[in-house]
């Protein structure tokens, strides 16, 4: 996300609109939201590679956007966890310092941390290496 982007976003969270003002800023701040999650789409189709975790079997190693490992845990429902498709295991951070306690998070089939309104801080999936 660029630095105009970013003011973009701190800029909505702010709504001292009043009356009739209100009613127009709202609908305004719901297209420039939406133009931004279609922007945020099409940039994660073209930069991060494809990745189909249902190939996946427990203990594969996974690679995160932001350098962190993570390992394939299984298929979702799995325990409590039945919000995305798969339950993976935080291992350790980009600079090698372990996650204590349990850790777990869910994916996609194609890795993404959320199916909607993706950030490129998200810990999505880019690389798969069987165990």
Not at 11 to 19: F, I, Q
Not at 83 to 106: A, M, P, Q, R, S
Request: proline share 3%; charged share 25%.
């Amino acid at each position: 996300m660029n630095r105009q982007e970013q003011i973009l976003r701190e800029s909505l969270k702010v709504d001292n609109a009043v009356g009739f003002g209100k009613f127009f800023w709202n609908k305004y701040k719901k297209l420039l939201i939406e133009c931004m999650d279609k922007y945020a789409k099409e940039y994660y189709k073209k930069q991060l590679p494809r990745i189909d975790l249902s190939t996946c079997e427990e203990g594969d190693l996974l690679i995160s956007s932001q350098g962190a490992k993570l390992t394939y845990i299984a298929p979702t429902p799995y325990g409590g966890m039945t919000y995305l498709d798969h339950v993976v295991k935080y291992i350790e951070d980009v600079n090698g310092k372990k996650f204590t306690g349990e850790c777990l998070g869910t994916r996609t089939n194609d890795g993404f941390a959320f199916s909607h309104n993706r950030l490129p801080t998200d810990h999505d999936i880019v690389a798969v290496i069987k165990q």
